[in-house]
Each structure stands twice: as structure tokens, then as C-alpha cells.
């Protein structure tokens, strides 16, 4: 967890090397943590201003200025106290004898980010929606650990986003205007807020699109903006990665995990996704599922090293040259091969050897500390 004095240096940082559009991200972020309609309307007045100005020499300056104001403001809150939100002690779902998702233990904490992991069928997808109250369990607690006043606003402080989300009419300024009214802003902030959302997840210039006309990953990015208009607690997520580019996937990550580590309003994020390595890069909590149970990495316990690569040679020849070192098995799935090792080798060893036995490396990773571990047979 940073304090709030790393993160405005960080942003100090971003505006005097010119990547403005990251820097003004997070600025909207704290404008949103000062919670004051006149810092709302200031920080949109500019955004209306840097739309026409991008390569404008004032640009830097004006910014600097806009989060001094804004950092002068946090300056008079306190940070939020950082707790556990919810618990599951031996928690199971059971659907007769066919699948049983759990037992489950684990804790959700205020301002984590937390990776869900496995392969498909072993009950991802049930989790999340069990988390949110969509779901009833077997048997096990589960523990909500914050102020709620009932069932009804408990499950508005739960959200979760599907993988496929509903279609909706009008525009999306429209629908997103809506979520606000209905959640208790009013008028004038609604209309305020809403803007700094839509700027803060992308989507200005699409502000009159429907529906129909929004890309998959931009209707992701609508259902993240409608959710973090509803105040929420917990934010559930079923695969948000599945329709973006790499690209997209990283900056996603990266807003959700600025986002729950906001110094004033922190939020736990849980989130499915088939691509390990960039969710374990940003969550503070892996949660791997394998036919439905619980799967625990001891990162302080490597029991071998284990070499993820590809290479154009095949696994007979490969075989033969590995079988110089301390090999245990090599695994091949598609171009990829895993080659797990003792753990007295390092992976330089496996470097130098390729070099010297003139293997063609293209890809490599050390995943003995990874999730991804827990995938092979």
C-alpha cells in the first residue's frame, strides 16, 4: 500500500516528464477523493480544456496547478483505515455429486487486488457470484465485515460485472447519468462526477455512443464506470481481460489497481482472467482454483526450479541435450515446453546451457514462484 505521499510524487514525477494522460488519470482520481462539487467542476473545466490544447506549452503548468489545488484539499481529510471486508471460513457450494466448489478460506481486505486463477469449470465464476450474494452456500460462514443497514444494501455494496454484459438503450452519457440519480448524487454533482468517470475509464469521445456501436472492450469499461458510480465495497469481476489487447489488458490492471488503492476511498477488486501472468504482476492475492478446491504456493518454499521457454527445437532433441542437468520432466504444450529442475540449479545455469548447446531460446520465464506452477500435471 502506498501512502498518499508516494502517490502524488508519482504524479509529480509523470507531469514533469510530459506523460500527461497517465499523470491526469490519477488526478481524477484524487479530485474524486476530495468528494468537493467545486473541484469536480475545476478539474472538468480543464479536461474541456486539454481536449482542444494537447501540445500546448501551458500544459504542464496548468496541470501542476489543478493538483496542487487538489492535493491542498486531501490534505485536510484523513486516509481510510485499510481492514478485512469479508471472510470465508470452510466455505462450500455444493451441486450434488457432480462439482463442490471449496472448502474455501480466505480473506478480502480494503484496497486489495485480488486474481482469481484456474482452469475453466473449476468454479471461478461460481465464486464470484456466491461473493456477491447470488449464491447461497452449502455449508461454511461467510462474513461481511463492514456497516451494511440490510440484504438490499449489502448487495449494492457487492457488485458484480459478468463476462457478458447486458445490452442497454439510449446513449451511454445517458445511461451512466441514471446510475448516478438513482444512487443518491444529486443534480448538479451527478452531472459532474459522471464526467470525471467517463474521462477517468477512456470513454469521452464516446459519450453519445450506444450500445450497438460500443467495441467489447469499451462496454467493459462502461460497466466499470456504471459500478464505480454505485459506491461500491467489493467490485466482482467474471474475465475483463477476455476482449482486450495486450495493451488494453495492462491499462485496465492498471486503473483497477490505482483505483483500490485510493488513499481516501479504498475498494476491494476480484477478478477472474485467463491471463496469469499479468493479473499475479498486479494483485496483492492469488486465489488458484483446481477441480473446485483451493491451491496454495508456499513463494518462500521453492521446492524446484521450474523454466518456462519456447524454442523451435523438438522434444526428443531436447530431451536428450537437458538430460545433462538435473532435469525432472519436460512438459510440451503447443511451442511452449516446461522443464522443472532441482532447486539447487539456477535459472542462469539453464541460460548458459542453452548458449552452449546452441538451443534457440524465444521466450523465457521462471515461474517457480508463480501460479502458474500449479497448473501442471
Given at each position: 500500500?502506498?501512502?498518499?505521499?508516494?502517490?502524488?510524487?508519482?504524479?509529480?514525477?509523470?507531469?514533469?516528464?510530459?506523460?500527461?494522460?497517465?499523470?491526469?488519470?490519477?488526478?481524477?482520481?484524487?479530485?474524486?477523493?476530495?468528494?468537493?462539487?467545486?473541484?469536480?467542476?475545476?478539474?472538468?473545466?480543464?479536461?474541456?480544456?486539454?481536449?482542444?490544447?494537447?501540445?500546448?506549452?501551458?500544459?504542464?503548468?496548468?496541470?501542476?496547478?489543478?493538483?496542487?489545488?487538489?492535493?491542498?484539499?486531501?490534505?485536510?481529510?484523513?486516509?481510510?483505515?485499510?481492514?478485512?471486508?469479508?471472510?470465508?471460513?470452510?466455505?462450500?457450494?455444493?451441486?450434488s455429486?457432480?462439482?463442490?466448489?471449496?472448502?474455501?478460506?480466505?480473506?478480502?481486505?480494503?484496497?486489495?487486488?485480488?486474481?482469481?486463477?484456474?482452469?475453466?469449470?473449476?468454479?471461478?465464476?461460481?465464486?464470484?457470484?456466491s461473493?456477491?450474494?447470488?449464491?447461497?452456500e452449502?455449508?461454511?460462514?461467510?462474513?461481511?465485515?463492514?456497516?451494511?443497514?440490510?440484504?438490499?444494501?449489502?448487495?449494492?455494496?457487492?457488485?458484480?460485472?459478468?463476462?457478458?454484459?447486458?445490452?442497454?438503450?439510449?446513449?451511454?452519457?445517458?445511461?451512466?447519468?441514471?446510475?448516478?440519480?438513482?444512487?443518491?448524487?444529486?443534480?448538479?454533482?451527478?452531472?459532474?462526477?459522471?464526467?470525471?468517470?467517463?474521462?477517468?475509464?477512456?470513454?469521452?469521445?464516446?459519450?453519445?455512443?450506444?450500445?450497438?456501436?460500443?467495441?467489447?472492450?469499451?462496454?467493459?469499461r462502461?460497466?466499470?464506470?456504471?459500478?464505480?458510480?454505485?459506491?461500491?465495497?467489493?467490485?466482482?469481476?467474471?474475465?475483463p481481460?477476455?476482449?482486450?489487447?495486450?495493451?488494453?489488458?495492462?491499462?485496465?490492471?492498471?486503473?483497477l489497481?490505482?483505483?483500490?488503492?485510493?488513499?481516501?476511498?479504498?475498494?476491494?477488486?476480484?477478478?477472474?482472467?485467463?491471463q496469469?501472468?499479468?493479473?499475479?504482476?498486479?494483485?496483492?492475492?492469488?486465489?488458484?482454483?483446481?477441480?473446485?478446491?483451493?491451491?496454495?504456493?508456499?513463494?518462500?518454499?521453492?521446492?524446484?526450479?521450474?523454466?518456462?521457454?519456447?524454442?523451435?527445437?523438438?522434444?526428443?532433441?531436447?530431451?536428450?541435450?537437458?538430460?545433462?542437468?538435473?532435469?525432472?520432466?519436460?512438459?510440451?504444450?503447443?511451442?511452449?515446453?516446461?522443464a522443472?529442475?532441482?532447486?539447487?540449479?539456477?535459472?542462469?545455469?539453464?541460460?548458459?546451457?542453452?548458449?552452449?548447446?546452441?538451443?534457440?531460446?524465444?521466450?523465457?520465464?521462471?515461474?517457480?514462484?508463480?501460479?502458474?506452477?500449479?497448473f501442471?500435471k
Amino acid at each position: 500500500m502506498k501512502t498518499f505521499q508516494e502517490h502524488t510524487e508519482e504524479v509529480t514525477d509523470q507531469i514533469s516528464s510530459g506523460n500527461y494522460d497517465q499523470a491526469l488519470r490519477r488526478i481524477i482520481d484524487f479530485a474524486l477523493d476530495t468528494e468537493q462539487i467545486t473541484i469536480y467542476k475545476k478539474t472538468n473545466a480543464f479536461l474541456n480544456w486539454y481536449d482542444s490544447h494537447l501540445h500546448s506549452e501551458e500544459v504542464p503548468g496548468k496541470l501542476a496547478q489543478l493538483f496542487s489545488e487538489i492535493t491542498t484539499e486531501l490534505k485536510q481529510k484523513e486516509p481510510a483505515d485499510r481492514h478485512i471486508l469479508t471472510t470465508m471460513n470452510n466455505w462450500e457450494k455444493r451441486y450434488s455429486d457432480a462439482f463442490t466448489l471449496g472448502p474455501l478460506n480466505l480473506e478480502i481486505r480494503t484496497g486489495e487486488m485480488v486474481g482469481l486463477v484456474g482452469e475453466n469449470g473449476n468454479g471461478k465464476t461460481t465464486l464470484l457470484r456466491s461473493l456477491c450474494g447470488e449464491l447461497k452456500e452449502t455449508q461454511g460462514e461467510l462474513y461481511f465485515l463492514f456497516p451494511y443497514a440490510d440484504t438490499y444494501d449489502l448487495r449494492s455494496k457487492l457488485i458484480y460485472i459478468p463476462q457478458r454484459t447486458p445490452s442497454w438503450r439510449g446513449s451511454l452519457l445517458q445511461n451512466l447519468l441514471f446510475v448516478a440519480a438513482s444512487y443518491g448524487y444529486a443534480p448538479a454533482e451527478s452531472v459532474e462526477i459522471t464526467e470525471l468517470v467517463i474521462a477517468r475509464l477512456g470513454l469521452r469521445k464516446f459519450r453519445g455512443y450506444a450500445w450497438k456501436n460500443l467495441s467489447s472492450g469499451y462496454k467493459m469499461r462502461f460497466e466499470l464506470a456504471r459500478m464505480l458510480l454505485r459506491k461500491p465495497k467489493i467490485l466482482l469481476i467474471d474475465e475483463p481481460l477476455a476482449n482486450l489487447d495486450i495493451i488494453a489488458q495492462q491499462t485496465v490492471l492498471e486503473d483497477l489497481r490505482q483505483i483500490a488503492d485510493s488513499p481516501f476511498r479504498p475498494l476491494a477488486v476480484v477478478l477472474s482472467s485467463q491471463q496469469l501472468y499479468e493479473v499475479e504482476k498486479n494483485s496483492n492475492q492469488i486465489i488458484f482454483l483446481k477441480n473446485g478446491k483451493q491451491q496454495d504456493l508456499n513463494r518462500e518454499e521453492v521446492k524446484f526450479l521450474i523454466i518456462e521457454f519456447e524454442t523451435d527445437e523438438n522434444i526428443t532433441d531436447l530431451k536428450r541435450k537437458l538430460s545433462q542437468l538435473p532435469l525432472h520432466s519436460l512438459e510440451q504444450n503447443g511451442s511452449t515446453f516446461v522443464a522443472v529442475f532441482d532447486k539447487e540449479m539456477k535459472r542462469e545455469d539453464f541460460i548458459m546451457f542453452c548458449l552452449e548447446q546452441a538451443v534457440n531460446i524465444v521466450y523465457f520465464r521462471d515461474i517457480s514462484k508463480s501460479s502458474r506452477a500449479l497448473f501442471l500435471k
